[in-house]
């Protein structure tokens, strides 16, 4: 951390993405006058309850619903424009106002064959399937990085876009119909298709460079809001079972373009416990009695997918991958959410080391076939058997839930910055200043 004030904080899931990030921004950005979405696309879903109502957001940064905030959705971010402009309506349909959504044109464009190569491809995996969100995720960054990717700038000019999209489109439908049978894509209709979305965005597409170096060169709050977590980063999560961004600090510059000289603080977004949607490694993954508690069937907080409706898959805390996660993103600041739904928990367990054999790990083994054969060691303690709903301050938590925060934090190796205990945007202890 430098200076005295904090001005530019990123948020960021630390564990398998879901860490309820979205409600913590919903309430920071209060704070922040700008708000930068960095990763990502809509595999990512944030649930924000706030005064206006219950939103699930995809792409749209949760400072939204401050009139005063700006709202980036910056370079890193890999945009369907059909769901952008279908959460656009929504938003405007309730009340939301979103003048000030700006969309950087230098953001790549998700494109129909990457949804059908998404899903093509998952089915061709067969056992070994990722369990992806099937939104083109992977095929988008693919073509980005193949430097065969459409530019939301794209969208805004229609000879280049047709002379790019013919193309892509030549290769990808060779791929479609050769390698997988399946029909054609359109070169006219789609081309018209997206130029029309690019008509309906016009007035959000932007060179966002100048807003964000203005405002870092201005000091203004600016809040990174991270996507998925730093456990499914395409580098250092559990490959092959990840996404396929960098959805950390790391990926906050690069995602932003702000350089990592000028962000002052990291939050690492941890559930008191953790969850997991989709395929990959889960060491300390439960079934039976206490994993259904710690879903929550029915409840607002209950374990299922914001995009996919999927049911999440749940465990201890894991303090090993935790910590890892702490250390490749610079996390100094832990915030813990969903702290409540332990309260009906009478033994809560918290994986403090891997063994591997004979062998204490000290950080996780980098391949699956390895990690699905550590055993977690745990620390058993005494839950709390009382609700913490209502409570705001971190002294009046109970003793128990104190010292199991506290454990987390010693664990992670970072102070502790926020506690949630409920969806609503004041079920939320500020334990250190933020901004
Ligand atoms: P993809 O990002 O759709 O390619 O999916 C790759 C993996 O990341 C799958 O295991 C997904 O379930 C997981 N994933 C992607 N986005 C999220 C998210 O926002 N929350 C939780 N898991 C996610």
């Known amino acids: 951390m430098k200076g005295a004030a904090m001005s530019v904080v990123a948020l960021i899931g630390a564990q398998w993405g879901d860490e309820g990030k979205g409600h913590l921004v919903d309430l920071l950005a209060s704070k922040a006058r700008l708000v ?3 990763g990502g696309g809509n595999n990512a879903g ?3 309850d706030n005064h206006l109502g219950t939103f699930k957001l995809h792409l749209i940064p949760s400072g939204i619903f401050d009139p005063a905030t700006v709202n980036v959705i910056g370079s890193g971010v890999v945009i369907s424009p059909e769901a952008l402009l279908l959460e656009i309506a929504e938003l405007k349909s309730r009340g939301v106002n979103t003048s000030k959504l700006f969309i950087s044109e230098r953001a790549h464009v998700v494109m129909p064959y990457h949804v059908i190569l998404d899903k093509l491809q998952e089915q061709d995996r067969g056992d070994g399937k990722i369990g992806t969100t099937g939104r083109g995720i992977g095929p988008a960054y693919a073509d980005k990085m193949s430097r065969t990717g459409i530019r939301m700038a794209d969208l805004l000019h229609e000879e280049t876009l047709l ?6 489109l030549e290769e990808k439908n060779r791929l479609l119909t050769k390698l997988y049978g399946v029909k054609a894509i359109s070169l006219h209709e789609t081309y018209l ?3 029309n979305f690019g008509h309906q965005l016009a007035e959000h597409i932007t060179d966002t460079h100048p807003i964000i170096q203005r405002a870092l060169a201005k000091d203004i709050p600016i809040l990174l809001e991270g996507a998925q977590g730093g456990l499914l980063d395409v580098d250092h999560g559990t490959y092959p079972y990840v996404t396929s961004s960098p959805p950390g600090a790391a990926g906050a510059c690069q995602g932003a373009g702000i350089g990592p000289t000028r962000i002052d603080s990291v939050i690492g977004v941890y559930k008191a416990y953790t969850t997991r949607v989709g395929e ?6 439960i079934d039976g009695p206490d994993a259904d508690a710690l879903r929550q069937m029915g409840t607002p907080w209950a374990e299922v997918g914001t995009t996919t409706g999927r049911l ?4 201890w805390f894991d303090g090993v991958m935790a910590r890892y996660a702490a250390q490749i993103n610079g996390v100094d600041t832990v915030a813990i959410t969903k ?6 928990i009478e033994t809560i367990k918290i994986c403090t080391g891997y063994k591997l054999h004979d062998t204490m790990l000290e950080f996780p083994p980098a391949t699956t ?5 550590v055993e977690p060691v745990y620390e058993e303690v005494s839950g709390w058997m009382t609700s913490t709903v209502d409570i705001r301050r971190f002294q009046d938590l109970p003793e128990a839930a104190q010292a199991y925060v506290a454990r987390i934090c010693q664990l992670v190796g970072a102070r502790l910055g926020i506690i949630s205990v409920g969806p609503k945007r004041d079920q939320i202890i500020m334990a250190s200043e933020v901004f």
Do not use: I, M, S, W
């Open 36 to 38: 930068v979405r960095y």
């Open 46 to 48: 944030h649930t924000v």
């Open 163 to 168: 002379n790019r999209l013919r193309g892509v």
């Open 193 to 195: 298709r997206y130029l």
């Open 280 to 285: 990959g490694p889960f060491p300390t993954e």
């Open 312 to 315: 999440r898959r749940v465990g």
């Open 339 to 344: 702290l409540d739904v332990l309260d009906g």
């Open 369 to 373: 076939a390895v990690l699905e054969q």
